[in-house]
């Protein structure tokens, strides 16, 4: 449950920043690092478990067996553990990149605010959380959809099958998927939380900015949808019907092969879910 996943957590990142700002008279442009990881990492973990059931009933919309086959409504918890052990650190590289890249863009601009900060930072804090991410996702969802039961069988089951590699299966998929999710979801979110602070003469408070996180995230989730559904079946080491596996083609190919195998519907497989978590965990 990764994914923009960190994009998710910004309006739940914000408060507590917020919080932690007034207590230690922080000025609001400058975020410390240790502060940025805490709340990164407290808004990971929170977002991800409480919303898991929603990842997996998507992830199983998204599997070639189909719903039902991979799992339907049954286990709908298979796999948090992984998801747990990685929403913490994925969060926090995510925030610390995401504020540290901030202020350093800003620089560039002469000191003015422009959309295009907050659009690299938050890529360069996605390519970061990769790192993390993406080996804790490749378990999460082989467990997701019943490959294995728990999590030391999934890890060495799949350590055995590819080795490290295999742990980074659809490595730049999931980077393609996070860069325009961002480009879309930030500035949609920084430019709502200004445009309504305009309105009302006064800063947005953590419900009006979580409704901001919350419509931001739900237009990026719909938008990405299709690199999302190829990033699962690069995960999971699907195959098209050719026998040829979707990590093996590439994000253009695979999204070329699905819509020519499957139709446009399969590209939008657990669009439901997926919009319905992250506009949620906003």
């Given at each position: 449950m990764e994914e923009t996943t960190c994009g998710r957590r910004i309006a739940h990142a914000d408060k507590l920043r917020q919080l932690a700002r007034n207590k230690l008279n922080q000025p609001n442009d400058h975020t410390p690092f240790t502060l940025a990881l805490i709340a990164g990492g407290a808004a990971g973990t929170t977002v991800d478990i409480a919303l898991y059931p929603?990842?997996?009933?998507?992830?199983?919309?998204?599997?070639?067996?189909?719903?039902?086959a991979a799992g339907g409504f049954k286990g709908i918890y298979n796999g948090v553990l992984a998801t747990a052990l990685g929403a913490a650190p994925g969060a926090a590289m995510f925030?610390?990149?995401?504020?540290?890249?901030?202020?350093?863009?800003?620089?560039?601009?002469?000191?003015?605010?422009?959309?295009t900060q907050h659009s690299f930072s938050a890529s360069i804090g996605e390519v970061a959380?990769?790192?993390?991410?993406?080996?804790?996702?490749?378990?999460?969802?082989?467990?997701q959809v019943g490959e294995f039961t728990n999590f030391l069988e999934a890890v060495k089951g799949i350590a055995a099958k590819g080795g490290l590699a295999i742990f980074y299966s659809g490595f730049w998929t999931t980077v393609a998927r996070e860069i325009p999710f961002s480009f879309i979801q930030f500035p949609l979110y920084e430019g709502a939380k200004k445009f309504w602070a305009r309105r009302q003469g006064s800063e947005?408070?953590?419900?009006?900015?979580?409704?901001?996180?919350?419509?931001?995230?739900?237009?990026?989730?719909a938008a990405t949808c299709p690199i999302d559904v190829v990033n699962t079946r690069m995960r999971l080491g699907s195959q098209t019907k050719t026998g040829v596996n979707y990590s093996a083609l590439g994000t253009v190919s695979s999204l070329r092969t699905l819509f020519k195998e499957e139709g446009a519907t399969a590209l939008f497989s657990g669009i439901g879910p997926r919009v319905g978590w992250i506009t949620v965990g906003g």
């Open positions: 929603l990842d997996t009933l998507k992830v199983r919309l998204q599997s070639p067996k189909g719903f039902l925030f610390s990149a995401y504020e540290s890249g901030k202020p350093m863009l800003q620089k560039l601009y002469g000191g003015s605010e422009h959309w959380a990769c790192l993390v991410r993406v080996p804790t996702g490749v378990v999460t969802q082989r467990m947005t408070t953590p419900l009006q900015g979580a409704m901001c996180g919350s419509a931001a995230g739900a237009v990026a989730a």
